[in-house]
């Protein structure tokens, strides 16, 4: 029995489905993925072998299974179990690693969870795309350093002269905006090296210096006039929804209630 399922394809590098579920009786077949698996199991526990190995995802892990090695699951309970996972491309994780995830497929990194949870809220929002590119990357790279068996927080990087670039590429992408890997390539940097040179030089990540940016731009349209769902459209923000929320958090008040203390009324 399912009680809850939804499948998606995000609009964002490297994950080429997202899929939370949860099932009661539901036990997976012996079977293969073209794509890593990255699970987080939320209730419960699954039970599974992977290479002819009993294994167990619990709540407190990170589970990562590689492309095309057999495996199973059922859940490890009679009440069954709820998870989220990402199927992750090879652009983020090479073939070279897969003998790594087969013999130590359960992470215990309580830093790593929390940053796959943020990641999953961020996929779950239409408009904050550059958001979850940049934690899909930082996710992507600490995952390579368990695999490769290093220290999985690696050291502060500083880099102003790519930081500086990228600041520059946002301001001139503030409406249009820009994806991580399109900043990249143009910048020639890896994506997680440019997340982390940003946030070094700056104190805040690309995404969050482009919703500021944004929402700077929308405050000024607002004031001037212009309706709310035209104002959401003209400063790159998905929807009139997308823009109240981040520009609630901002600027504590609702772009509504923003333009009505001018004495203007908008819709």
Known sequence: MVSEVKAWRPAVGGV???FHARFTDHAYPMHVHDT?????????????DLDRHEHGALR???????????HDGQSATPHGFRKRVLYLD??????????????GPEIADAALRR??????????????????????ELVADRLRRHLRRRDPVPEPVRDRRLAHAMRDLLDRRIGAGVSLREAAAELHAHPAHLVRAFGREFGIAPHQYLVTRRVDRARRLLLAGRPVHAVAAATGFYDQSHLTRHFKRVVGTTPARYAGSNGTTVL
Do not use: F, K, M
């Open 16 to 18: 080429a489905e997202a």
């Open 36 to 48: 890593w698996t990255l699970l987080l199991i939320d209730e419960g526990a699954v039970r599974y």
């Open 90 to 103: 090879g652009t983020l994780l090479d073939d070279a690693l897969i003998g790594r995830a087969v013999d």
């Open 115 to 136: 940053q796959v949870h943020r990641l999953h809220e961020s996929l779950v929002r239409p408009g904050d795309e550059l958001e979850a590119e940049s934690r899909v």
């Open 60 to 70: 407190s892990l990170v589970t990562l299974l590689p492309p095309q090695v057999p």
